[in-house]
T-cell receptor
Framework: EAEVAQSPRYKITEKSQAVAFWCDPI?????LYWYRQILGQGPELLVQ????????DSQLPKDRFSAERLKGVDSTLKIQPAELGDSAMYLC???????????????FGPGTRLTVL | GQQVMQIPQYQHVQEGEDFTTYCNSS?????IQWYKQRPGGHPVFLIQ?????EVKKQKRLTFQFGEAKKNSSLHITATQTTDVGTYFC???????????FGKGTKLTVNP
């Protein structure tokens, strides 16, 4: 069964350093999401892509976070500089359907657990 | 903005007991989805409800969407240790496709 791949699985960094996370969605999935999940909370959407275009980045702290999906396949989420409050699980999800059709099932990857010291 | 509230936040049961978690939205939802996250794992899609008053069953799990499409519930009959995890409901925000997740209900099952 196809799965969403993410790397690294764990990342420990010091504050003010730069970190990057990678996501490879299920093949053929047009929509890709990046979520942040703080311990004890539900996932919170950071950014949504359809193909290579950003659909929603209203919750992305753009002063330090950036995301790209240049060829409409895999995606990178970057934080620079990292802050203590960024410690969380960063989840990537993908969905086969295109924006504007309907809210569809999202398939989550295993996540990257970030610890900022 | 739209809020999705879940209760209880935690639930501990003995194996074989039933379990129910409730989800309430501040606005009417076009649909609601349920996900399960095992300890140390990632959310896994369980089901989507679309119609007012809809009830769907998956083995021992029963999902219900309220008549007003503002609330939902997940009921597990005769819990097993494999049911352990956090159950999240999620609904689209306003007219967008952006999913807003509840904080989840963490279920622990004592064998």
């Amino acid at each position: 069964e196809a799965e969403v791949a993410q790397s690294p699985r764990y990342k420990i960094t010091e504050k003010s350093q730069a970190v990057a996370f990678w996501c490879d969605p299920i093949s053929g999935h047009a929509t890709l999401y990046w979520y942040r999940q703080i311990l004890g909370q539900g996932p919170e959407l950071l950014v949504q892509f359809q193909d290579e275009s950003v659909v929603d980045d209203s919750q992305l702290p753009k002063d330090r976070f950036s995301a790209e999906r240049l060829k409409g396949v895999d995606s990178t989420l970057k934080i620079q500089p990292a802050e203590l409050g960024d410690s969380a699980m960063y989840l990537c999800a993908s969905s086969p359907f295109r924006s504007g059709r309907r809210t569809d099932t999202q398939y989550f990857g295993p996540g990257t657990r970030l610890t900022v010291l | 903005g739209q809020q999705v509230m879940q209760i209880p936040q935690y639930q501990h049961v003995q194996e074989g007991e039933d379990f129910t978690t409730y989800c309430n939205s501040s606005t009417t939802l076009s649909n609601i989805q349920w996900y399960k996250q095992r300890p140390g794992g990632h959310p896994v899609f369980l089901i989507q409800l679309v119609k007012s008053g809809e009830v769907k069953k998956q083995k021992r799990l029963t999902f219900q969407f309220g008549e007003a499409k503002k609330n939902s519930s997940l009921h597990i009959t005769a819990t097993q240790t494999t049911d352990v995890g956090t159950y999240f409901c999620a609904g689209p925000q306003g007219g967008s496709e952006k999913l807003v997740f509840g904080k989840g209900t963490k279920l622990t099952v004592n064998p």
